[in-house]
C-alpha cells in the first residue's frame, strides 16, 4: 500500500498555517454572510428575507430559534424527501437518520453536498492536529478503521438517501482514502451488529490498523471481542495493532471510558483524540490535551448561536454568537448550516473554556438534566460524579444510566437509581456503598440545589446503585433496535416508562 501520509503533511502544514491566523469573529462573520447569500432565494430565505441581513444582530431579529419538529413542520415535511430550494439550494440528496440520545421518534436531518465537503474539511482537521501533535506520523501507511453503523442506504426517491450519518460519510469518502480505509463495504453494509462485530474482529485482528474511530462503548465492545479471539478478556492494542497512532471518540463524554483506554493503550504510542460530529455538522475537535476543550470549526459552513439553558422555553432568549459569549457558561448551542437548518437548537448544552481560539467542551442534552425533587443536575454534573465515584472504588464503568425513584407510600423519601455496568462485573457491597457515597458527596459539593434536596435526608434518598451485569445494556439496547453504531446508551433518562423497563430488565439480566 502506498503511504500516502508525505501528502498528508503537506496540506496539514498549509492548513494549520490557516488555522493560526484565523480570526474567530471575523470568520463567523464571513459565514453567516455566505450562508444568507447562498440560501437566500430559498423558500426558508424568502420567508426570512435572507437578503437584508447583514449581521448577527439582523440574524437573531429575522430568524427565530427553532427545533427539528419546527423546521420539519414548517419547511420540511410537505415535500419529504424530495427538498428542492427548500432550506438549501438545489435538492437534499441525503438524511441522516437520527432519534436522538432517549427519543424513538426518527429523525431525519438534511445532508446537502455542502454539508459533506463542511464534514471532510473538520475530519482532515481533526487530523491536522495530530499530525501536529505526532509530526513523524505515518498515518496512512495502512487502513484506517472506522466503527460506525450500517453504510446501506435507502434510496427514497431518485438521488435521493437516508440512513446512518457514518453510512452517507463512508459513502462520500475520497477516492483517495477508500483503500485505506476499513471494513470494506460487505462488512460495513452489516446491519447485524452482533454478527458484524464478530466479523469485524475477526477481519481486523491481524491488520497493521493506524488509526479507530467510534462511540466509546461500542470500541470497548471490539475490543474485548478480538481479545477473545486469542483466549483472553482483554488485552492491550498494541498486541493487535503495534503501529496504532489514533483513537478518535465521540458522542458521549469520554470520562467514565478514561481509564480503560489509558490501560488499553499503555505501551504504544496511539493518542485519543474527541471529535463533536453532530447530524447537523462538525463543530469541534480536541486539538490539546483532554479536559481542555475542543476547538471550534468555525470557517467550514456553520454559523453558531448560543442560549443561556436557563432562558430555553422563554419567549425571547438571549442569543449571543462567538463576538459576545461568555466563558463558562452553560448554553444551549444553536446552528446555521450549509445544509438548510437556521438558528437550529441541535439539542446539545456546551461550555466555552477559551475564547482564542474559541474552545469548548459538550456539558450533556437540552433535556439532559435530572430535576424531579427540584434538585437541577445537569448531565456534566453527574458524569463527572460517576467518573470520580468510578476512580474512587478503583473500578470502570462500561456504561449507566440514572432516573428518578419517586415515593410510593406517604412518608417515603424519592431519589436517583443509577444502573450501572461495571467492566470488572459486579464490584463487592462495600464497594458498591462507597461508590454510591462518592457520586453522593460530589454533587453535594458540586450543586447548591442539590445540596438543599439532599439536607438532612429530608428532600431525598441518598443515591442508590442497580448493577448491570457485563454485556446487560447492549443487550437492552439490542432489545429496544438501538444497537451498535451511533446509538447511544442515555445516560439520563425522565421518561419513566423507559426508565423502569431498564429496571426490569436488569434485574431480569442479573438473573440469566
Known amino acids: ?127 491536522v492536529h495530530h499530525i501536529a501533535n505526532r509530526p513523524g506520523t505515518r498515518l496512512f501507511g495502512g487502513p484506517n478503521f472506522i466503527l460506525g453503523g450500517s453504510t446501506d442506504l435507502v434510496e427514497r426517491a431518485p438521488g435521493v438517501y437516508s440512513g446512518d ?144 439553558v436557563e432562558e430555553l422555553g422563554g419567549a425571547n432568549p438571549t442569543r449571543h454568537w462567538i463576538g459576545d459569549a461568555e466563558l463558562d457558561v452553560n448554553y444551549a448551542i444553536a446552528v446555521t448550516s450549509c445544509a438548510g437548518v437556521f438558528a437550529y437548537l441541535i439539542g446539545d448544552t456546551v461550555r466555552l473554556v477559551a475564547r482564542d481560539p474559541p474552545r469548548l467542551l459538550v456539558t450533556g442534552r437540552t433535556a439532559y438534566s435530572l430535576s424531579a425533587f427540584g434538585e437541577h443536575l445537569i448531565g456534566e454534573e453527574i458524569e463527572e460524579a460517576v467518573s470520580r465515584a468510578a476512580a474512587a472504588i478503583g473500578a470502570a464503568v462500561n456504561d449507566y444510566s440514572v432516573g428518578a425513584v419517586f415515593p410510593e407510600k406517604p412518608g417515603e423519601l424519592g431519589g436517583h437509581l443509577y444502573v450501572a455496568e461495571f467492566a470488572a462485573g459486579p464490584p463487592g457491597d462495600q464497594a458498591l456503598a462507597a461508590f454510591a457515597v462518592a457520586i453522593d458527596k460530589y454533587l453535594l459539593e458540586k450543586n447548591d440545589d442539590y445540596a438543599g434536596h439532599r439536607s438532612g435526608g429530608f428532600g431525598m434518598k441518598p443515591p442508590a446503585i442497580l448493577v448491570m451485569p457485563p454485556g446487560g445494556f447492549a443487550a437492552w439496547m439490542k432489545s429496544r433496535g438501538r444497537l451498535g453504531g451511533q446509538n447511544k446508551v442515555p445516560r439520563i433518562i425522565n421518561d419513566q416508562a423507559l426508565f423502569a423497563g431498564l429496571r426490569k430488565f436488569a434485574e431480569t439480566f442479573k438473573s440469566l
Open 1 to 127: 500500500m502506498l503511504d500516502l501520509t508525505p501528502l498528508l503533511k503537506l496540506y496539514a502544514r498549509r492548513r494549520a498555517k490557516q488555522l493560526a491566523r484565523l480570526d474567530a469573529v471575523a470568520a463567523q462573520e464571513a459565514q453567516l454572510a455566505r450562508l444568507m447569500v447562498e440560501a437566500g432565494a430559498t423558500r426558508f430565505g424568502r420567508d426570512h428575507d435572507f437578503s437584508a441581513i447583514r449581521s448577527p444582530a439582523d440574524f437573531r431579529r429575522a430568524v427565530p430559534l427553532r427545533k427539528y419538529d419546527d423546521m420539519w413542520r414548517d419547511y420540511w415535511r410537505g415535500d419529504f424527501p424530495v427538498l428542492d430550494d427548500v432550506s438549501w439550494p438545489g435538492r437534499i440528496p441525503y438524511f441522516a437518520v437520527t432519534s436522538g440520545t432517549t427519543g424513538d421518534a426518527t429523525k431525519y436531518i438534511p445532508v446537502s453536498h455542502a454539508m459533506v465537503r463542511s464534514n471532510k474539511k473538520a475530519a482532515l482537521d481533526l487530523l
Open 165 to 308: 450519518l457514518s453510512g452517507i460519510a463512508i459513502k462520500t469518502i475520497p477516492w483517495w482514502a477508500k483503500s485505506r480505509s476499513f471494513p470494506p463495504i460487505d462488512l460495513a453494509l452489516i446491519a447485524d451488529w452482533e454478527k458484524k462485530i464478530e466479523l469485524l474482529a475477526k477481519a481486523a485482528i491481524d491488520l497493521d490498523i493506524r488509526s479507530i474511530g467510534g462511540t466509546p462503548s461500542w470500541l470497548l465492545i471490539l475490543f474485548d471481542r478480538m481479545a477473545a479471539l486469542r483466549g483472553e478478556k482483554r488485552l492491550p492494542l498494541k498486541e493487535f495493532w503495534p503501529n496504532l497512532e489514533l483513537v478518535v471518540h465521540g458522542g458521549v463524554h469520554f470520562g467514565p471510558y478514561q481509564s480503560q483506554f489509558d490501560s488499553l493503550l499503555q505501551g504504544s504510542h496511539a493518542e485519543t483524540r474527541e471529535g463533536y460530529a453532530a447530524s447537523e455538522g462538525f463543530v469541534a475537535i480536541q486539538d490539546r490535551g483532554p479536559g481542555e476543550g475542543m476547538r471550534m470549526n468555525l470557517d467550514t459552513g456553520l454559523f453558531y448561536e448560543f442560549v443561556p
